[in-house]
């Protein structure tokens, strides 16, 4: 299975609207629930008035499109990393899995997957 890094810094954030988000921006994901409403962006796209934010995280996708019929492939490439002491903060698409890990922690991420047999690209 091949991971692709995702070359800029990441922002996990809470914001008080949608309106607050720019829709044009090539690379975000919102999550709302009846308690919040999340954002997860490049650094430099965040919204200047958030509720709470933080900064500092790098992500990598699993490349390809993955079917829903797939079982344990998130978990297992956790797992490897919580092995490793190792937080992740994870978002899904239809297509694929994406997972952050803070910057500091990034390229021993990426290791420790390529040493559990992930191929990481690029």
Same mark, same amino acid.
């Given at each position: 299975?091949?991971?692709k890094p995702l070359d800029y810094q990441l922002t996990v954030c809470k914001?008080?609207?949608l309106r607050d988000i720019s829709l044009d921006d090539d690379f975000f994901f919102i999550g709302k629930t009846d308690e919040e409403l999340s954002l997860v962006c490049r650094t430099e796209h %965040?919204?200047?008035h958030t509720a709470e934010r933080e900064d500092g995280w790098r992500g990598f996708r699993i490349e390809g499109v993955l079917d829903f019929s797939l079982i344990g492939i998130l978990s297992k490439l956790t797992a490897v990393l919580a092995e490793e002491g190792i937080g992740v903060f994870a978002v899904s698409t239809y297509n694929t899995d994406y997972i952050l890990v803070k910057e500091e922690r990034f390229t021993e991420a990426l290791e420790a997957l390529g040493n559990a047999g992930y191929t990481? %690209?690029?």
């Open positions: 299975m091949e991971l914001v008080g609207s %965040a919204p200047q990481v %690209a690029g």
